[in-house]
Nanobody
Framework: EVQLVESGGGLVQAGGSLRLSCAAS????????IAWFRQAPGKEREGVSC???????????YYADSVKGRFTISSDNAKNTVYLQMNSLKPEDTAVYYC????????????????????WGQGTQVTVSS
């Protein structure tokens, strides 16, 4: 059974940093994408960043324009964990952050709709105070 478990959310002041973790278990895929989405109150869920994990992708990463230069996605394959390092946080980054896995990616990027993702974590709250 595939499971994704997020952690690392919390309350931080504007300009601060947080690192989110997405621990994956039950994976037997050779080619998959792990993405971070977020959903702010009253807004639709949006893609933030994703990383393509396969022998041919070299861990290629993608970012939404709103977080480019501030957020960094990375993976530790030995720990089956994907991280989202978030720096220079802004109040508008406040949201519930979800990680998701696409076990058979047809295309890769932050614009990939969420219904392409097969597995989801439960979410972790990030609150940035001004």
């Amino acid at each position: 059974e595939v499971q994704l478990v997020e952690s690392g959310g919390g309350l931080v002041q504007a300009g601060g940093s947080l690192r989110l973790s997405c621990a994956a278990s039950g994976f037997t895929f050779d080619d998959y994408v792990i993405a971070w989405f977020r959903q702010a109150p009253g807004k639709e869920r949006e893609g933030v960043s994703c990383i393509w994990l396969s022998d041919s992708s070299d861990g290629k990463t993608y970012y939404a324009d709103s977080v480019k230069g501030r957020f960094t996605i990375s993976s530790d394959n030995a720990k089956n964990t994907v991280y989202l390092q978030m720096n220079s946080l802004k109040p508008e980054d406040t949201a519930v952050y979800y990680c998701a896995a696409d076990a058979s990616p047809n295309w890769v990027g932050v614009g990939v709709p969420e219904n392409e993702y097969d597995y989801w974590g439960q979410g972790t709250q990030v609150t940035v105070s001004s």
